[in-house]
């Protein structure tokens, strides 16, 4: 993600924990959304690429380009380079790392565009971002709506079961502790309980919630024009409910 590793969540920097993760959350539209373009591109920088799986996968189809994933988390990029080695995978940010038009096809998924909390990380992060850029390059990345409260439904009562590397039973659920309206921030967090652990292991987290206006201004302040945006996987329409807002930016 667009933060510093100082600030790396509890569930990414943990070895055991960045193991679930691609259990956690498993193969779907936005990943063949994503796919699709990287498919299609000559090189793609993945910011925030976690485990990897979205650079493997065009790997593994044979995509002959330069795929280069960076994260601050040490443990997922350990779970990536596992699976492929014949990949760049980069410990950092854009605040240590940067490229010059080296890119056609810069992307965030998974929501990585949501820890960016402060005004500045979003700055910083978009600058980079138009740094790595090739002049007809784009940017692709999407955020959950703010007005659909995708987070009224991160409750304990959702819990999700998965099995470790080990063999152990592992349950995980969130629950939303409290909102920032003003600045569009949600603190919650991620709860692992497995079977014979000591005690359950918490991450907190913090998401920023934008809405398609603001996002444009943040946007336009870093030399980037929208292009186009979808309210959803299928290239839907950008309506007030729809459950995302998928970005597709080019430098102005």
Same mark, same amino acid.
């Given at each position: 993600?667009?933060? =510093? ?12 924990? %960045? ?15 994503? !796919? ?5 591109? +000559?090189?793609?920088?993945? *910011? ?6 979205? !650079?493997?996968? %065009? ?34 940010? =854009?605040? @240590? +790392? ?10 965030? =998924? ?11 990380? *979003? +700055?910083?992060?978009?600058?980079? @971002? ?12 999407? =955020? ?17 079961? *998965? ?19 003003? +600045? ?6 991620? #709860? ?12 907190? #987290? ?13 946007? #336009? ?23 995302? *807002? ?7």
């Amino acid at each position: 993600m667009c933060q =510093t590793a100082a600030v790396v969540d509890h569930s990414f920097a943990d070895l055991s924990l %960045a193991a679930l993760y691609d259990g956690l959350n498993p193969w779907g539209p936005s990943d063949d959304f994503y !796919l699709g373009l990287v498919r299609d591109a +000559r090189s793609v920088l993945d *910011i925030g690429c976690g485990t990897g799986r979205l !650079l493997r996968q %065009a790997r593994s189809e044979g995509h002959e380009g330069r795929l280069m994933g960076l994260d601050p988390a040490a443990a997922m990029l350990v779970q990536a380079r596992r699976a492929r080695p014949d990949v760049e995978w980069v410990l950092g940010d =854009t605040r @240590v +790392r940067r490229w010059e038009a080296d890119f056609d096809l810069v992307v965030m =998924t998974g929501h990585a565009f949501q820890a960016l909390v402060r005004d500045q990380d *979003i +700055r910083h992060c978009l600058g980079g @971002v138009r740094a790595a850029l090739a002049d007809d390059g784009r940017f692709v990345f999407e =955020t959950r709506n703010p007005a659909a409260r995708g987070w009224e439904r991160w409750t304990p009562e959702r819990v999700h079961d *998965i099995t470790a590397d080990d063999g152990t039973p592992v349950r995980v659920w969130h629950e939303v502790q409290d909102e920032d309206p003003e +600045r569009g921030l949600v603190r919650f967090t991620e #709860t692992f309980s497995g079977a014979g652990w000591p005690a359950p292991r918490v991450s907190r #987290t913090t998401l920023r919630f934008l809405d398609a206006e603001t996002l444009e201004g943040f946007l #336009t302040e870093a030399g980037l024009a929208v292009v186009e945006q979808y309210g959803d996987w299928s290239r839907g329409p950008l309506t007030p409910t729809a459950p995302e *807002i998928i970005t597709v930016v080019g430098r102005a």
